[in-house]
């Protein structure tokens, strides 16, 4: 079901934040194109984008198969906040926490690290 994460970190200075994940840490990573690094940090993977606000961050969970994994999760009584979008890089949709967070769930199309 579940078989990682993608972490998204919203940042004032996203080059800055890339090389040092990529430079500092020497995490491996991928151009997932025009720039956007995505690193491999196991078992996650780190982006870093941009933010127009305060910096933040976004927890986004990674399957095989968004489509089977929202059914199973469906079946266990999580309730899903949006429909699956369909984007480049990938298929997302989101569940609500039983706190009241919502958690981001997708099937990557990108390369990944």
């Known amino acids: 079901m579940i078989n990682g994460a993608h972490v998204v970190i919203h940042t004032r200075d996203a080059q800055a934040d890339r090389a040092f ?22 078992p996650t993977e780190v982006a870093c984008h941009p933010a127009e606000g305060e910096p933040g961050h976004e927890l986004m969970l990674m399957c095989d198969d968004l489509d089977t994994t929202t059914a199973e999760l469906t079946g266990k009584g999580v309730e899903f ?19 009241g967070g919502e958690v981001s769930l997708y099937e990557p199309r990108h390369p990944r690290p």
């Open 81 to 99: 906040t949006r429909p699956v979008q369909e984007a480049a890089w990938g298929r997302v949709t989101g569940f609500l926490l039983p706190g």
């Open 21 to 42: 994940f990529r430079d500092v840490l020497g995490w491996p990573h991928v151009d997932a194109g025009h720039g956007w690094l995505i690193f491999g940090a196991p």
